[in-house]
Structures are given as C-alpha cells and as structure tokens.
C-alpha cells in the first residue's frame, strides 16, 4: 500500500513538473504545486490601504495588471478595473448590468446608483449615454476619492454624489428615474434596510414610467437569504426577471416599473445594440441566463419576504 501511495505521488509530482512551462508565467512552478494541492487566494500587489468609517479599503493590483477595490475580510472584489482597457467590464455584476439596455424603451434622462464602488458602472452609463444626469448615493466618504484616484472614475457637472445611506435618500426622494441600480454590498451582506419589501416600495415609487429596476444580489453562500431577497423584490415587482451570472456568483434581478420583460424581445433589442454602440459585450447570451419561472417558485418557496422589522440578512444562511 505504501509503496503504491510513494508511486502516484511520484508520478504526479512528475506530471506537473513536465507541464510546469504551462503554468502562469509568474506563479513559478513552486507556486504552481501549492495551487494544484492547496487553493488559495491570489496574491496580489497592495496599491492603497485605509480604514475608512466603516470598511478597511485595499486596492489590489493582480497578475494581469487588474485593479480591484476590496472591503475587507477579503471576500472576492467589489469592482474591478483594467487601467490598460478602461472601458473593460470585467466582474460578472457590472457586465450584466448592461441588461439595462435592451430592458429600457428610451435613453435615460437620469439614472440613480446605490451604491458606487469602484464606478466601473456609471462610467459605462457616462460613455454610452452623456447627456444623463447620475445621482450616486454612497454611504462611506473615501469611495468616491479612491475611485477616482485607482479605478477611472470621473465625476462631472451632470453627477451628483451624496455621501449617506440608500435608504434614507430613497425615503427622501422627490425625483423620477429611468434606471436605478442597487449594489451596496459590505464584506459580508448587504445592509438589511436595502433588502426589504418596504425598501423595494421606495425604489418603484421612485421609477419613472418604463423606469427598470436591477439589484445585485451577490452569492455569499447564503441560499436561504438569496431565495428571500429574491420573493422580496418579487413581491413588489411581480415580473421579476432573474439572470444568472457564470459559477453562479451572483444573482442578477431586474424588472420594468410597470411591464413584463419579454426574453425575445430584449435579445432583439441586444443584438440591435450592441451593433450600434460596437459593444463587444454578448448581452444575448448573458440574457440566456434567465431563470425560468418555475425554478425561481421552487427556490422561493418556504423562505420569508424580508421586511423592515424582520430581515436577519448576518445571520440567513
């Protein structure tokens, strides 16, 4: 038996020397050993660190010269920019947001952020429509200066930021908007009074007539707490339409104000656009991903609406 054991370590620590030329370049072939036996987090060049009011913030800079804005204990990127193709959407999130084109009937006049990030997003709204008012809501203070000083963010005479909670300014709200997008992730949730029947009673009022709606709904390993957000949103927009990025990272939710997004429909209407802008985006088959209606009544079934007095979003697994 020992000796059948010694024979396959052998041969697999032969097997990969042979093809150690094939690992990635700057891994190293010691690297490449401790990757294939033991998976762990990429290492990456910090660029900036600080402990803001309510995260610890590193930019981190990987093998590919990627940035990514991190809130610490490090669980995965909350954005991710390529400074060598600055238009690049690379995150599962911020290239299926870009369902909101073929979603929309119009361009949109003013578009609001819940959440900014490192504003990979509002940077392709910016682009691709700029003559579009962005109001951007974020909570912490040092955001906006670290995504403008590593991640390409630029703010203008047509985006407003305000620093302070989604929910108290979505209460607060006197506008109409075409679209507005909901990504306000910390390391470990989302913060609980933007996950509820009531917050999503807000966002609707807050719709223009044919305004979309899309929330970021990350996989943390917490299923029950996808399921509930997902009945949660749906309570308030029936039609809910549900897109599911690659590994199945993140659950992508979106719905017009006051219609049902037809799946045909909206890849005509990708195809169309992603002509006439040059996007080298596949919103098609990112529209492919759509959950159909029976698989998202079986995943939500049994799981509670989250509402203002009953959202344990730390604690749902």
Same mark, same amino acid.
Request: a negative charge; glycine letters at 6%; proline letters at 5%.
């Given at each position: 038996? &020992?000796?059948?054991?010694?024979?396959? #370590? $052998?041969?697999?620590?032969?097997? $990969?020397?042979?093809?150690?030329?094939?690992?990635?370049? &700057?891994?190293?072939? *010691?690297?490449?050993?401790?990757?294939?036996?033991?998976?762990?987090?990429?290492?990456?060049?910090?660029?900036?660190?600080?402990?803001?009011?309510?995260? $610890?913030?590193?930019?981190?800079?990987?093998?590919?010269?990627? +940035?990514?804005?991190?809130?610490?204990?490090?669980?995965?990127?909350?954005?991710? *920019?390529?400074?060598?193709?600055?238009?690049?959407?690379?995150?599962?999130?911020?290239?299926?947001?870009?369902?909101?084109?073929?979603?929309?009937?119009?361009?949109?006049?003013?578009? $609001?952020?819940?959440?900014?990030? !490192?504003?990979?997003?509002?940077?392709?709204? +910016?682009?691709?429509?700029?003559?579009?008012?962005?109001?951007?809501?974020?909570?912490?203070?040092?955001?906006?200066?670290?995504?403008?000083?590593?991640?390409?963010?630029?703010?203008?005479?047509?985006?407003?930021?305000?620093?302070?909670?989604? %929910?108290?300014?979505?209460?607060?709200?006197?506008?109409?908007?075409?679209?507005?997008?909901?990504? !306000?992730?910390?390391?470990?949730?989302?913060?609980?009074?933007?996950?509820?029947?009531?917050?999503?009673?807000?966002? +609707?009022? /807050? @719709?223009?007539?044919?305004?979309?709606? =899309?929330?970021?709904?990350?996989? @943390?390993?917490?299923?029950?707490?996808?399921? /509930?957000?997902? &009945?949660?949103?749906?309570?308030?927009?029936?039609?809910?339409?549900?897109?599911?990025?690659?590994?199945?990272?993140?659950?992508? #939710?979106?719905?017009?104000?006051? %219609?049902?997004?037809? =799946?045909?429909?909206?890849?005509?209407? !990708?195809? +169309?656009?992603?002509?006439?802008?040059?996007?080298?985006?596949?919103?098609?088959?990112?529209?492919?991903? %759509?959950?159909?209606?029976?698989?998202?009544?079986?995943?939500?079934?049994?799981?509670?609406?989250? &509402?203002?007095?009953?959202?344990?979003?730390?604690?749902?697994?």
């Amino acid at each position: 038996m &020992k000796t059948n054991f010694f024979a396959v #370590l $052998l041969l697999t620590f032969s097997f $990969l020397f042979a093809f150690s030329s094939l690992a990635e370049e &700057k891994a190293g072939f *010691w690297e490449s050993i401790g990757n294939f036996f033991l998976p762990h987090a990429e290492k990456r060049n910090v660029l900036f660190e600080k402990q803001t009011q309510y995260f $610890l913030v590193t930019v981190e800079e990987d093998h590919n010269g990627f +940035r990514h804005m991190v809130f610490n204990p490090n669980k995965g990127s909350q954005g991710i *920019w390529n400074p060598k193709m600055p238009d690049e959407l690379i995150s599962n999130y911020c290239r299926f947001t870009t369902i909101f084109l073929p979603a929309m009937k119009n361009p949109p006049k003013r578009v $609001l952020f819940i959440g900014l990030g !490192a504003g990979v997003v509002p940077r392709f709204v +910016r682009k691709n429509f700029p003559d579009t008012v962005i109001d951007i809501v974020e909570i912490d203070g040092d955001i906006p200066v670290i995504a403008e000083n590593y991640f390409g963010f630029k703010k203008d005479d047509k985006i407003n930021i305000t620093i302070g909670d989604g %929910r108290n300014f979505i209460n607060r709200n006197k506008e109409k908007y075409d679209v507005i997008f909901i990504d !306000a992730y910390t390391s470990e949730c989302i913060p609980f009074q933007l996950t509820t029947e009531e917050f999503y009673l807000k966002v +609707r009022d /807050s @719709l223009a007539p044919d305004g979309i709606m =899309t929330a970021n709904v990350a996989n @943390l390993g917490k299923p029950t707490f996808i399921a /509930s957000e997902i &009945k949660t949103a749906r309570a308030v927009f029936p039609p809910l339409a549900v897109f599911i990025t690659g590994n199945r990272s993140n659950y992508i #939710l979106f719905s017009a104000a006051d %219609r049902k997004l037809n =799946t045909a429909e909206l890849k005509e209407n !990708a195809s +169309r656009i992603e002509a006439e802008k040059n996007l080298s985006l596949k919103i098609g088959d990112m529209i492919d991903t %759509r959950m159909p209606e029976d698989d998202i009544k079986k995943m939500i079934e049994g799981v509670e609406i989250l &509402k203002d007095d009953f959202a344990p979003v730390e604690t749902m697994k």
